[in-house]
């Protein structure tokens, strides 16, 4: 079982930027691959980035390549996500979540462990 929860969301004015935290309990966090995905409001839920268990190799959704960096320390059992040049479309509530698949997957079905999500805004 592992429990997470984001923190670091908050009001940014349009070009600004956000680093998102997302800490896990448990002992075994290394062995799970991690994921960011958002939900805007009255839209379905999309990836937006994921990294393997050792934080090699991470995978962007298009609208994020080049604009968020994720990363995670597995002795801090904690994954982020830096946002730079953020724009009104990015506002969302972000999610982090985990899963055993040993590669990096775009899909929510291939992640378990969910957390409430934390909400970012944009403002123009």
């Known amino acids: 079982q592992v429990q997470l929860v984001e923190f670091g969301g908050g009001l940014v004015q349009a070009g600004g930027s956000l680093r998102l935290s997302c800490a896990a309990s448990?002992?075994?966090?290394?062995?799970?691959?991690m994921a960011w995905f958002r939900q805007a409001p009255g839209k379905e839920r999309e990836f937006v980035a994921a990294i393997r268990r050792n934080g090699g190799n991470p995978y962007y959704a298009d609208f994020a390549k080049g604009r968020f960096t994720m990363s995670r320390d597995n002795a801090k059992n904690t994954v982020y996500l830096q946002m730079d040049s953020l724009q009104p479309e990015d506002t969302a509530v972000y999610s982090c979540?985990?899963?055993?698949?040993?590669?990096?997957?775009?899909?929510?079905?291939?992640?378990?462990?969910w957390g409430p999500g934390t909400q970012v805004t944009v403002s123009s």
């Open positions: 448990g002992r075994t966090f290394s062995s799970y691959s």
């Open positions: 979540a985990a899963g055993r698949s040993s590669i990096v997957v775009a899909l929510e079905i291939a992640y378990t462990y």
